[in-house]
Structure formats: structure tokens, C-alpha cells
């Protein structure tokens, strides 16, 4: 069974910077695409960063390009999000979020994703 795991939230003042870390489990190869996703109160989720966890084809939302980062840890079993130069409008819940790749260069970041963690709160203060 696909688990996904959350952590690295918190408290930051706006232009600081923030580490998310999501642990996954349950996959049995690289054939899959992983990423974050966020909803703050009264809006839709949306796309943050996605990977294909295989062949490293990235994808990003155009408010966090330049400023996020997705990356793929050493052990090949966590995704992070490195989140630099934050701003309130950042605030929100963050999922990170998997689906097996149809193609080998699958890259999509949308929010049909077939497996979600539970979320960790990122709040950003003016």
C-alpha cells in the first residue's frame, strides 16, 4: 500500500525559507510522479511542484517559480520542496501527492492524483 507522509511545516516570516519533506512508501519502482500540492481557506487546491520520480522532468506553478524548489532526496524514498523568499500568500496546507506515470516521460501536476498525504501547514507572517 502507497503511503505518503508530511513534514517540515511551520511558522516563518514572509522572505524567510522552508523545507518540506514527504516520505513515501509503497511503490515497488521510479515509474511514478510525485508532488505538492496546497488550499488555503476558501480556495481550490492547487499545484505547487511536481517530479517524475524516473527520469526528473519537474514541473511548476508560475506564482513559486524562481522561488521553490522540488528535488528528489539521496535515498530515492523522500521528495522536498525547498521553499525560499516565502510570502503570505503562500499560506496554506500542503499535500504531497503520487500517481503511477502512464509513459516513462510522464510529467503532470494536476490534482488527480491517485494517492495524498494527510498535510502540514505552512504559515507565513507579514
Known amino acids: 500500500e502507497v503511503q505518503l507522509v508530511e513534514s517540515g511545516g511551520g511558522l516563518v516570516q514572509a522572505g524567510g525559507s522552508l523545507r518540506l519533506s514527504c516520505a513515501a512508501s509503497?511503490?515497488?519502482?521510479?515509474?511514478?510522479?510525485i508532488g505538492w500540492f496546497r488550499q488555503a481557506p476558501w480556495k481550490e487546491r492547487e499545484g505547487v511542484s511536481c517530479i517524475n520520480h524516473g527520469v526528473r522532468s519537474t514541473m511548476y506553478a508560475d506564482s513559486v517559480k524562481g522561488r521553490f524548489t522540488i528535488s528528489i532526496g539521496n535515498a530515492k524514498n523522500t521528495a522536498y520542496l525547498q521553499m525560499n523568499s516565502l510570502k503570505p500568500e503562500d499560506t496554506a496546507v500542503y499535500y504531497c501527492a503520487a500517481r503511477l506515470s502512464r509513459t516513462f516521460y510522464e510529467i503532470r501536476c494536476d490534482t488527480g492524483m491517485d494517492y495524498w498525504g494527510k498535510g502540514t501547514l505552512v504559515t507565513v507572517s507579514s
Open positions: 509503497g511503490f515497488t519502482s521510479d515509474d511514478y510522479i
